[in-house]
Structure formats: structure tokens, C-alpha cells
């Protein structure tokens, strides 16, 4: 009987080390996401508003790569796994990058309306004063993929009244 006891508190104690290795594995997975989404969000904020080229269109000029993008629409639908830097290095753990190779990271851009900047539906034309950034990065996880969603709004400046 003595036996049968010990046996049942031993599997409980290493089912509660299992479960602990696994939380502890979720927390460093959301915080390099974290820390990705972030990454590229300041890289999207940084650039301009408006592309300075006139007649630009919204989203990228034909296939720019990265680093030739000029404002913050040129990243819409830009999407890469494993992530890269702006100059087009993988941080697939080959030199001396970081291994992500599980994480893709993904943008959306969208003119939105400036007194909404929550609207569900982005405004069809590129007239507006807003543009909603959203960066999400997934990775493969027990029972699907997970997700970060790191979402802002940058507007366009007028320092006169229109």
C-alpha cells in the first residue's frame, strides 16, 4: 500500500514540474513575440506618414524590398518567417541571429477614419488622416498557433487649422 502512495505522489510531483517547464515555455515564447512585435513597430513608426514620391500608391511600390520603404503603408501585407531585420537578415540561428525560426510576423495597414480610430471597416480611400498598424507574430503551439498582436495609429501632422 506503502508503495502504491508513494508511486501516485511522485507522478502528481512531476506532473506539477511538467506543467511548470511548459508555463515557463509560453512566458519566454510571448516575450521574444513581444519583444519582435515591438521591433518592427517602431521600425513602421519611425518612417513617414505619407510616401514623399507624389502619386504613390497605398502599400508597397511594386516589390521594394524593406529597407527602401519610405512611409508606414509600404509595410502593408508584408509578412515573413523566420523574421528578418530590415536589411533581409533571417533571425534563423545561422551566425550569429537569434534562432526565431518558429515565428512569423506579419503587418496590416489601414487608412482609418481620424474620429475613429477602432472603426471596423478602414476607410477605401487613402485620404485620411490616420492609419491603423497592426504587427502580429505567431508560433506553433500545442493544440494551434498562438498569436501577439501589437496594434497603434499614426496620424498625419498639420500644424494649421484645415
Not at 497605398?58 to 512611409?71: C, L
Not at 471596423?120 to 480611400?125: E, I, L, N, V
Request: hydrophobic share 35%; charged share 25%; no cysteine.
Amino acid at each position: 500500500m506503502t508503495i502504491i502512495l508513494l508511486t501516485v505522489g511522485v507522478m502528481a510531483v512531476f506532473a506539477s514540474i511538467s506543467a511548470g517547464i511548459r508555463g515557463a515555455v509560453d512566458l519566454e515564447n510571448i516575450e521574444i513575440a513581444s519583444t519582435l512585435s515591438r521591433d518592427l513597430m517602431d521600425e513602421i513608426i519611425g518612417k513617414g506618414f505619407d510616401d514623399p514620391d507624389a502619386g504613390a500608391v497605398f502599400g508597397p511600390e511594386e516589390a521594394e524590398p524593406r529597407v527602401n520603404y519610405d512611409d508606414a503603408d509600404d509595410y502593408d501585407g508584408w509578412s515573413k518567417s523566420p523574421p528578418q531585420n530590415i536589411s533581409g537578415t533571417y533571425f534563423d540561428g545561422t551566425g550569429t541571429t537569434p534562432n526565431y525560426s518558429r515565428f512569423r510576423r506579419a503587418v496590416t495597414v489601414e487608412n482609418v477614419p481620424e474620429d475613429n480610430f477602432n472603426a471596423g471597416t478602414p476607410s477605401a480611400d487613402s485620404t485620411t488622416d490616420a492609419k491603423r498598424i497592426i504587427v502580429t507574430v505567431s508560433w506553433p503551439a500545442p493544440g494551434g498557433t498562438t498569436q501577439v498582436e501589437l496594434k497603434s495609429v499614426v496620424t498625419e501632422y498639420h500644424p494649421e487649422a484645415r
